[in-house]
């Protein structure tokens, strides 16, 4: 029937195309990230090893390969089942044949990831997590090469970007008063969890382009997300503004894969049409004239329509929670994790306080002792080095770090990683980017707050730092291994 051609969105191969191979990379780097970071941070000898949680759990309903048995060889292997599964998606090959081999390739890196995410305890706390986790879901609904992309899918992908988005803006218009009077942008970029390159450069911009930013910031993300409903090409301009916001936020900062799916699931709202008048070189049919078997099997449109359907009826409660008050930031309302609400920096820090841990080799410390510093590799530390873009790869360790002065530092991971840092532990120590003993174990260490602000552009030409840092506690240490952490100073 002709009225059933609506469901096949046959221009927008190149959306489709865009999405696949881009949420499996990013699939790819979380997989890495946790391969490389999973075993020490939650290991069986981790910081908070994931066998004592499920333990502790026994009644853990989330769902996850390591609900009753965990080890760091399951683990391991669970990271290269994925890296390999999603390589194969960003070359292509699934989606050369049948519509449900890219389905179940992309369901199992939705599984497979999801059963780490739900051990990942406060090391995978982060709505990225879910966002990457929905998006692989509802990326397995595009088909293959053999079928036209179903239009319902692209439009509840839009849906995702559209909370991801307005959400962002809401949390932000109710939180802090910074972003009602225009001036979050006079703190942010120096107090971001971990700054880029560039960040110094965009903190030391004139406060007036600063405000301009935060205006910015709110149309993009509280107008702009309604017009990726409309038609052609007014979706396609509303989705190259998202893209192109997001491009700012991945030059002027480090948030893990965060900005970089927001652009890849903004090309739903791209026609194939619009991208060819802007680039030529990219074909109008992606798979020529002739390309055989386009019909979109009976099979395949009805379980794309339960997927919708699916998809519809858990908006509900995320749908409430955007003209709630009290608007939840970062959550999940069932168990897969699954159209889930989003938002990030309702308020922002004014200042940016670092925790700097230091070790020494003397039997007795004291002031003079030889205290030196361990080196994170993306948190600020040394006051000379240029931060480094780590982006999409998730440095988990050095983004609780940020956290700890804005709760406490007497968290249970933290005082666990003390220790690991006096028994020089390998593991925990592959994780820094400075051993400042080269694998020997200190006899002490502690732990020191620091105010940390941008150096300006004289105080930069006269001692060549970037960062400078004033002292303002002691709240643990010194400790050993013969002496628990003390108390705050």
Request: overall charge positive; some cysteine; charged content about 20%.
């Amino acid at each position: 029937m002709e009225w059933l051609s609506w469901f096949d969105a046959a221009d927008y191969e190149f959306a489709r195309q865009v999405l696949q191979r881009g949420v499996a990379a990013l699939f790819f780097v979380a997989f890495l990230s946790s391969l490389n970071q999973f075993p020490a941070l939650l290991g069986e000898r981790g910081l908070l090893p994931v066998p004592d949680y499920v333990a502790g759990f026994s009644r853990l309903r989330r769902p996850s390969l390591f609900r009753r048995h965990y080890s760091d060889r399951l683990l391991r292997g669970v990271c290269i089942t994925g890296l390999v599964v999603s390589a194969l998606l960003v070359a292509g090959i699934p989606q050369m044949g049948p519509p449900w081999v890219p389905l179940l390739a992309f369901l199992a890196l939705w599984l497979l990831y999801m059963s780490i995410v739900n051990v990942g305890q406060t090391f995978y706390g982060f709505g990225w997590e879910m966002l990457l986790l929905e998006a692989g879901f509802t990326v397995a609904f595009l088909g293959s090469d053999q079928t036209d992309p179903p239009r319902t899918i692209l439009i509840m992908i839009v849906w995702l970007v559209f909370r991801l988005e307005f959400g962002a803006g809401m949390i932000k218009i109710r939180g802090g008063r910074e972003w009602r009077d225009l001036t979050a942008l006079y703190y942010h970029h120096e107090t971001q969890p971990m700054p880029g390159p560039l960040s110094r450069q965009a903190h030391l911009l004139p406060k007036p382009l600063h405000r301009i930013e935060v205006v910015g910031n709110h149309a993009a993300q509280l107008v702009v997300p309604f017009l990726l409903f409309f038609p052609q090409p007014v979706a396609s301009a509303a989705a190259a503004v998202v893209i192109l916001t997001q491009l700012w936020l991945v030059a002027s900062g480090n948030f893990a894969w965060l900005n970089w799916i927001a652009i890849v699931l903004a090309f739903a709202a791209v026609s194939d049409p619009v991208v060819h008048a802007v680039f030529p070189a990219v074909p109008l049919d992606w798979h020529g004239e002739t390309a055989p078997g386009r019909e979109t099997p009976l099979w395949w449109l009805v379980l794309t329509l339960a997927a919708t359907g699916l998809l519809l009826v858990l908006s509900y409660r995320p749908l409430r929670n955007l003209l709630s008050r009290r608007q939840l930031m970062n959550a999940s309302f069932n168990r897969w994790q699954l159209v889930n609400t989003y938002g990030a920096f309702g308020t922002v820090t004014k200042q940016r306080i670092e925790i700097v841990v230091a070790g020494t080799l003397d039997e007795d410390p004291d002031e003079s002792s030889d205290w030196r510093e361990y080196g994170f590799k993306g948190k600020p530390g040394d006051l000379r080095r240029i931060p480094r873009q780590w982006a999409p790869y998730h440095l988990r360790l050095d983004w609780l770090m940020w956290f700890l002065p804005l709760r406490t530092v007497h968290e249970e991971w933290f005082h666990a990683f003390l220790g690991k840092l006096l028994e020089a532990d390998r593991q925990t120590l592959r994780l820094l980017r400075h051993d400042p003993f080269d694998g020997a174990a200190p006899r002490w260490v502690r732990v020191r707050r620091y105010h940390y602000r941008f150096t300006d552009r004289q105080e930069f030409r006269e001692t060549g730092n970037r960062w400078m840092r004033t002292l303002l506690s002691e709240p643990i240490g010194p400790v050993s291994l013969r002496r628990t952490p003390g108390r705050q100073r």
